[in-house]
């Protein structure tokens, strides 16, 4: 075999038997396997088509791909359900062009996902930021408050829609149902990006547990565009996702949606992801309830044994009596024995651990659908031997450092033109000017300054202590230089 690199890694890392605690939620071949799906697994570049004869089209549906769509319909209670073939971030972008006008305006929360600014950048559209509320114990932003979508939308009677995430990336979700309540009364549309809670809506009807909670999904809660990583959560391929209309939505206008689809996605649709769709679609038809099932004892499995793990607790978001979190989301504190995220993702590594996210003290692990009870006991063995062996220092420094950092995304700003004249200019020259491309820390994806905005000393110093601890920064070249209006 004459390949490298990609490929290689792919198979080494493959081989490794790692416990996935990150993306994509299907965790490896296991479900497939035991679904049935063994011939596809065997056959992946002779399915590996376009668009012959009865193979349908993504953008005309009429046969196979239009069936696929029709059982996502049924899945999640939806009037319209697209496959998306450019990650959710097509299915965003798609939906912000379809229900802003060029150069309108939109109210987003600050901590929206980068593929929001780019349709900002897209259609010329205006931004109007909704702020946050934060974690105050791990400087993470929390729900976005409905009073703050009701003020903003008195603010700004020409927004033509609002969007935020739910659940963000740690797994906190904002109070749907009472924003879609406030935003339509308003005359608006509202946009949820579900990227993260593809799964929400399968939790549905089980209650609540002491240890264990998953909020409704925004489907249910009368948003009027959903977008749905699937591939995050559930157990189709990366890049695949779903963008829903669900039944009781506002929004009609579902030609104009298509043609921004068509627009923004590839001529070329991959058949691998729309069948990994079609799979994702008949495992959770079939078998839903079960693994669900299995998900959820898992999950009560996990947070009962780990409660009595010395120095171990886990980050918990209320919102008023409102349950915030997805528990799905683990998001692991152990500072008590001297970790911080950073020290404590390298310790699990150690194990063949992956873990999804580092903020502070939290070390976020996502589990999905396919993560198996070897998984989460993998993982509480891990802790176990962590906490016997707890360090002796408290949590380094650097801990707070980010913490106090990651408070930046709920900095009020003023947004400037964007510059048309740009420059690059070394990142620690760079306060007091205005941003022209984005700087991006990845993850969470989230653009820490976006174009129009003025750079500070604490921001670059941020970013500084970031690229300090190897994490990346989007928006930087290799001389460390970033692009400013001139
Ligand atoms: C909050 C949020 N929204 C949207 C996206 C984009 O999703 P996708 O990777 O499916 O394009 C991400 C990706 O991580 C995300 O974290």
Redesign the pocket.
């Known amino acids: 075999m004459n390949s490298k690199g990609i490929t290689q890694f792919l198979l080494a890392h493959a081989g490794k038997d790692p416990v996935s605690f990150h993306m994509p939620g299907h965790k490896g071949d296991r479900l497939l396997r035991k679904y049935g799906y063994e011939d596809f697994l065997n056959s992946i570049v002779g399915c590996d088509i376009t668009e012959i004869v009865g193979a349908d089209n993504l953008f005309q549906t009429e046969g196979i791909i239009a069936d696929t769509m029709a059982k996502y319909r049924n899945l999640y209670d939806a009037k319209a359900s697209y496959l998306l073939i450019n990650?959710?971030?097509a299915g965003?972008i798609a939906s912000i062009l379809t229900c802003v006008p060029a150069r309108g305006k939109l109210i987003m929360a600050r901590n929206c996902?980068k593929?929001i600014f780019n349709a900002l950048t897209l259609g010329g559209i205006k931004p109007v930021y909704a702020y946050p509320s934060m974690v105050e114990e791990y400087g993470i932003t929390g729900p976005v408050a409905p009073e703050e979508i009701a003020r903003l939308l008195e603010e700004n009677p020409d927004a033509s829609a609002v969007i935020l995430?739910s659940p963000?990336?740690y797994g906190i979700c904002s109070d749907i149902r009472t924003i879609a309540d406030i935003v339509h009364s308003a005359g608006k549309y509202l946009i949820v990006?579900q990227?993260?809670g593809a799964h929400l809506k399968f939790f549905e009807g089980a209650e609540a547990g002491d240890v264990f909670g998953v909020p409704e999904s925004a489907e249910t809660q009368g948003a009027d565009l959903v977008i749905n990583?699937t591939?995050?959560t559930l157990c189709s391929f990366t890049?695949s996702?779903v963008l829903n209309v669900p039944a009781g939505s506002r929004f009609h206008d579902l030609l104009h949606l298509e043609d921004k689809l068509q627009q923004i996605e590839s001529t070329s649709p991959s058949y691998l992801l729309m069948a990994s769709l079609d799979i994702n679609a008949d495992i959770l038809a079939d078998h839903g309830a079960d693994l669900m099932g299995e998900w959820r004892d898992n999950l009560e499995y996990f947070y009962r044994k780990a409660s009595s793990i010395n120095g171990l607790k886990f980050m918990r978001v209320t919102d008023g009596a409102r349950q915030a979190m997805d528990m799905t989301k683990i998001n692991l504190d152990m500072s008590a024995c001297g970790f911080d995220g950073h020290q404590l993702e390298a310790a699990l590594l150690e194990h063949e651990i992956y873990a999804e996210l580092v903020t502070g003290n939290i070390l976020m692990c996502m589990t999905g659908i396919g993560n198996s009870r070897r998984d989460y006991d993998r993982l509480l063995e891990a802790l176990k031997k962590l906490s016997a062996g707890r360090r002796s220092a408290s949590a380094a420094d650097t801990a707070a450092a980010d913490t106090a950092g990651a408070a930046l995304w709920t900095k009020h700003r003023t947004i400037h033109d964007v510059p048309i004249m740009k420059e690059l200019i070394p990142l620690e020259e760079a306060a007091g000017r205005i941003c022209a491309a984005s700087l991006i820390p990845y993850?969470?994806?989230i653009p820490l300054i976006c174009p129009g905005e003025e750079i500070g000393a604490e921001e670059i110093a941020y970013i500084q202590l970031l690229r300090g601890q190897g994490e990346k920064v989007m928006g930087i070249d290799a001389e460390g230089r970033i692009a400013v209006g001139k």
Do not use: E, F, R, V
């Open positions: 990650g959710s971030s965003l996902h593929a995430p963000n990336y990006d990227a993260h990583s591939h995050k890049q996702a993850p969470p994806g």
